[in-house]
């Protein structure tokens, strides 16, 4: 009997590279079951991180899709490492299943790169900000508001990690001059902004409208590189968000991180324009 389990963040992303490699080798469940002789059902819920995904399971299941040993060793020890996003347990409650899911991915990443046309990523907002931005959302309870800002505060000390992560947040600078709160605030933010942009592991830059267009016109989203596993991209809508796996379709969200850096102000052209605008 396997273990089934609401999934992990980490066994999400671990199900996501077996799906890949089966689909990569042109097995379909069926095939990969009497290959490796792991039963069908288990193997469908290993993929999406619903049974636990055991070292010795997963190098049956590569070898079976002829993955070169390299990359089944990286995935075994992608296997063994603890869940970074255990912190996450005090807010389940008043945190979508996508967003606990995506933190969870973030605590496992290497790098980030986020993009922002509207409001400043959370990852870099003040305590204040984020407050004001969450009691201007109407999809917000009032009793929820509090403890999601909480929940916010506590995700951006990834950045102050002994090994933290390492952010590139690319701020359309409409992002910048949205105004929330009264001038004080702002100016808060600003200087926070500065300050976490002067970290080794942080960049900022600022996209304006005079630079022309970019790849990045659909709006928002997130990249995420990891060590022992490939990139995802993460695009959230209004209600719900949607996670690229795919290295051809992630492969384009790549080309727009590049397409952005080329378009922005440097890092250096970004912190003059963000000093600017304190008053």
Known sequence: M???????????LIGVELAR?????????????????????KLGHMETGRSTQYPGDIRKILRACDVERENIDRLVLLSSRTDDA??????????????????GLESLAQREFVF??????????????????TNASPR??????????????????????????ELHAVLNSQALRLRVGDQDLMNEQYRHLLKL????????????????PHAANTGQFVLLNFGD?????????????????????????TLSTQSLER????????????????T
């Open 2 to 12: 396997f273990e089934l389990a609401a999934p992990s963040a980490l066994q999400w």
């Open 21 to 41: 490699y089966r689909n990569e080798a042109g097995l379909s469940l069926t095939e990969l079951s009497a290959a490796c002789g792991i039963g069908k059902p």
């Open 86 to 103: 255990s912190w996450v347990g005090p807010w389940t409650d008043v945190v979508s299943d996508w967003l606990r899911t995506m933190v």
């Open 116 to 133: 922002e046309p509207i409001v400043l990523p959370g990852l870099l907002q003040t305590e204040d900000y984020s407050r004001a931005l």
């Open 140 to 165: 917000v309870k009032s009793d929820s508001a509090d403890r999601l800002v909480e929940f916010r505060m506590q995700r951006a000390r990834l950045l102050l990690k002994d090994e933290p992560l």
């Open 197 to 212: 942009g002067a970290l080794p592991n942080v960049t900022l830059q600022v996209v304006q409208p005079e630079a022309g």
């Open 229 to 253: 596993a490939r990139p995802i991209a993460y695009i959230e809508i209004q209600d719900a968000a949607v996670f690229v796996g795919d290295p051809e379709r992630v492969r384009t969200y």
């Open 263 to 278: 378009v922005a102000l440097s890092p250096v052209e970004s912190v003059a324009l963000i000093e600017s605008l304190i």
